[in-house]
């Protein structure tokens, strides 16, 4: 009887291995072989096979990448938040890399994106059809990148997630603590993914794509509950001390006002651990004490 040849594992590099990429290359290590890419390797999770490199200098990928990718995921952050850094961290370092990848073809390359390119401010629901036209600069330019990978030579797919909430991003539920949140009432609507859910949904993606299975080119990653500001700011105040507002607390949000549909994102079998604020804020002050 022939043995049968054992299928070679997938491999996956997470260009951009920071606080969301590395959690997102965590969680990819049981499918594949996974190499994380950053400027400092050795700071790359356990599991996962550093590469140093600097997406800013083309010079210091020559070399570098395996042979062989089946998926890329680009998740960078801009290393200075003005118009340039934005640029450089979703335009010019895609591009940077692009060309620096091995003329094999990809499974699948994926963009992590933001809902801040979305420019209503009417309450409206926003999913993956309605109008992206950002007035600030930092949106135009993240759409500016969206439109460098799904215009590759690669099957693309961009991933636009609300804000990233969770035990490492703990700003805003400080801020509401220490009295420096009193949001007008009504205040605008806010959109907000768990963190845990944040690298769980490209995880998620990426093994579908991996397995063969037809995915969209764009999904709205954010929870099952958009939710005016002021009502999550008065929930925190009911289940944890908090200061009075000081003078010059924060009034309102920074995004416009208006509701993000998660359902193509749902529709693909995706299930959230936190579907609301509520299970990830209340997990996060019982961990206070």
Same mark, same amino acid.
């Given at each position: ?11 996956? +590099? ?13 969680? +990819? ?10 400027? !400092? ?14 997406? #800013? ?17 680009? %998740?960078?952050?801009?290393? #200075? ?8 961290? =979703? ?9 620096? +990848?091995?003329? #094999?073809?990809? *499974? ?25 036209? $950002?007035?600030?600069?930092?949106? /135009? ?6 439109? *460098?990978?799904? !215009?590759?030579?690669? $099957?693309? *797919? ?24 009193? $949001? ?43 939710? /005016? ?7 925190? /105040?009911?289940?944890?001390? %908090?200061?009075? $507002?000081?003078?010059?607390? /924060? ?22 651990? =936190?579907?609301?604020?509520? *299970?990830? =804020? ?8």
């Amino acid at each position: 009887m022939a043995m049968q040849k054992q299928k070679p594992r997938s491999q996956i +590099l997470v260009a951009g291995c920071g606080k969301l990429g590395g959690a997102i290359a965590s969680r +990819l290590t049981r499918a594949a072989t996974v190499y994380g890419l950053r400027r !400092n390797p050795d700071q790359v999770p356990e599991g996962v096979h550093g590469i140093g490199a600097d997406l #800013s200098c083309p010079e210091t990928l020559k070399g570098q990448l395996p042979e062989k990718l089946d998926v890329v995921i680009y %998740c960078l952050t801009p290393s #200075s938040y003005d118009e340039q850094g934005y640029h450089a961290a =979703y335009v010019t370092g895609l591009k940077n890399l692009l060309e620096a +990848l091995p003329e #094999s073809s990809l *499974t699948r390359l994926f963009f992590v994106s933001s809902s801040s390119v979305y420019a209503q401010d009417d309450d409206s629901w926003v999913n993956e059809d309605s109008a992206a036209q $950002p007035t600030r600069f930092s949106g /135009r330019q993240i759409l500016q990148g969206e439109a *460098t990978a799904l !215009n590759s030579s690669y $099957p693309a *797919t961009v991933v636009r997630y609300s804000g990233i909430y969770g035990p490492s991003r703990r700003r805003f539920l400080e801020e509401v603590i220490a009295g420096r949140m009193n $949001p007008v009432t009504p205040a605008p609507f806010s959109n907000r993914i768990h963190e845990v859910d944040a690298a769980n949904a490209m995880a998620w993606l990426a093994e579908k794509a991996l397995d063969g299975e037809v995915i969209d080119n764009l999904y709205l990653a954010s929870d099952c509950e958009p939710v /005016r500001l002021d009502e999550v700011v008065e929930w925190v /105040r009911e289940q944890v001390p %908090c200061a009075e $507002p000081v003078p010059d607390a /924060r009034k309102g949000g920074r995004a416009g006002s208006k509701r993000c549909s998660n359902r193509r994102l749902l529709d693909s079998g995706f299930q959230f651990r =936190y579907p609301d604020f509520r *299970t990830g =804020y209340r997990e996060m002050i019982d961990s206070l004490s």
